[in-house]
């Protein structure tokens, strides 16, 4: 039987573009199991039920938290490909999830805010604007240019991936791992939404994350964009 | 057979400032393994035809570099405690030591250099400030007086590592693992060396610290510091 994950959409439903549901994906596809991706926009999540996305629903379970997902089907299809690489992978996945969310997030998460909100639909923008502007403390427009600024601030902030990049080909080691999804989630995030920019061509974390695009036959890849959906 | 563990050492014999030599002896007591810990003093690595320390020798191997060792204890004795704690770990663990090496030894490895070259013997000394001075191009003292001026700058750049700690007891998860030796092989360096107040009491970061001093019945508490040895 297939697992159902809930993925945050756009206005056009095939743009994907929640970090966190990207990891989940990504995590499906390296278990090797069947799914079937149904788009939620941000207003339908409580009319499901659900406080955050991604969620997945297996059989008559429900598991919602990226990190909870990959740790449930690390217990549950333990006989599949190891998301964590063992109880070690599982602990450091932890502290390169906190690492990600303060270092790229932090950034991402501000300066792509009006891009963001371009891609969803009319009822979604108006939360959208409400919950971030209530968080930020600031009009999406004036956080984003302020995130803007800290843009080239992100290359130096990248350095201790970019050097572990430079001896194995990914986060995990010699094969992809949940760590490998939990960083490759915020460059596909601004990848869907924005035409910017963000990692310089040949710069060693850009040809990782290329590497993680062309993984599952091209799932990271072949998603589709705001810009092509437009 | 005992394992030897050749280790950096001040003027004191006693006194074991290495962060990376730290990570070593940390990792022989995770293996439960027997091991005797002989000093070597900067201008005495050459003599004995190493490059840098930590070495360890086992029987006819020699291995050197902390995280090379870490694996050859994995390897050579799969039947203890693992180091990594799997693959994952091994991976990530590469990420974690890039990450303390340009967060937390770009700054304490300026700051301590005149506590470092402090606790030295005297041909030591000379070697520390020439190598040093080279280096980081400037007197140690000078370069140390910019370090210090960083300091505050590490409990903002220790933040994904604190919020890791407030749901997992240590960096590798449920237990210390290789990757907690090498933060806390950073800290053990500062705390050697130097009365300084590096990691303020309560933090997070310095109640998981204290949990390492703690290890192996007090094996990092009970080191010799520069400050007791004067």
């Not at 959409?9 to 390296?30: E, N, Q, Y």
């Not at 941000?42 to 740790?71: C, N, W, Y």
């Not at 963000?198 to 974390?205: A, C, E, N, R, Y």
């Not at 993680?212 to 998603?223: H, I, V």
Request: glycine share 10%.
């Amino acid at each position: 039987m297939s697992i159902t994950v809930y993925e945050l959409a756009g206005a056009d439903g095939r743009v994907r573009f929640s970090p966190h549901c990207w990891k989940t994906v990504w995590s499906l596809a390296h278990k090797g199991l069947d799914f079937e991706r149904v788009p939620v926009p941000f207003t339908g999540i409580a009319e499901l039920g659900f406080k955050t996305l991604p969620v997945i629903r297996d059989g008559d379970r429900t598991v919602a938290d990226s990190f909870d997902i990959a740790a449930y089907l690390d217990d549950r299809y333990a006989d599949r490909p190891s998301l964590f690489g063992g109880e070690g992978g599982q602990g450091a996945a932890r502290f390169i999830e906190r690492w990600t969310i303060l270092t790229v997030h932090s950034i991402l998460g501000r300066a792509l805010l009006p891009d963001i909100n371009s891609c969803l639909a009319p009822q979604d923008q108006a939360y959208f604007r409400r919950t971030r502007e209530a968080r930020f403390g600031g009009t999406i427009e004036a956080v984003s240019e302020a995130g803007l600024k800290l843009l080239p601030g992100l290359h130096d902030a990248l350095a201790p991936l970019r050097i572990t990049l430079e001896t194995q080909p990914f986060i995990g080691g010699g094969r992809p791992l949940f760590c490998d999804y939990i960083v490759a989630g915020a460059f596909q995030w601004a990848r869907v939404v924005s035409a910017r920019e963000i990692l310089p061509v040949g710069d060693p974390v850009e040809v990782w994350f290329a590497r993680m695009l062309d993984l599952y036959e091209g799932l990271g890849r072949k998603a589709a964009t705001a810009a092509a959906a437009a």
